[in-house]
């Protein structure tokens, strides 16, 4: 919103004291961003240094899409790994001091890699109830495995996996802002009439009824 504020002439914005709020609160997610940035691409180093390719998720992703990936708010850093269930349990049980297993659940783990900002440890980027909707997503997933030389999924991995994030959250917490404007800029990036028809195979591949007829018709 900043970011629309700042364009427009003195007379259309709010109030000083509004403004200069919103500034030091922008300032805030600014620096916050940017450490969780930093951190992402550390944390991209030691798991390949641990021999696992791999991939971040959401987060500093998204925001390379947004005109100011800065101001883009995120809160902790996900990572897929390409390993499989058994060797990512197994590894983060001999990283942890306890030997045990934390926030498991089907797609993920937490991983206590950093002191300050959550991290976790994706088996799967997400999952779906239905099981046949859910296998035809491993099947996506199989096309854009994380790869060593790669630190980002492709944005035609986003354009599938950022509308299924939105229905995740649609299903349990709430859509925000976040993500409508998240899925926004994905596909502001543009597309062409094949990579199009490709998303959409693969969202009604892979969705529930619900998000179908919401998002296709």
Known sequence: MLDGLERHPDEQRPPQDILLQ???FVQVIEQNTIKIIKASAEAVDYFRGKGFACTLLKGAVVGR?????NRRQSGDID???DGGRER??????????????????YQHIHFHLFDDIPLEIHIWPSCLSNPLHNRRFHQFC??????MRQAMPSLAFDRVFILMHCYDHMMSSGVGFRQIMDYYYVL?????DVEKDDSVRWIKNSACIVLRRVLCG
């Open 22 to 24: 919103w500034i030091g």
């Open 88 to 105: 990512i349990y197994d590894f983060a049980r001999k990283f942890d001091k306890d030997g045990k297993l934390y926030g498991v659940n």
């Open 65 to 69: 899409y947004y005109s100011n990936p």
């Open 142 to 147: 199989a096309i854009h495995h994380p790869i």
């Open 188 to 192: 502001k990036q543009g597309f062409s």
């Open 79 to 81: 990572v897929w790994l």
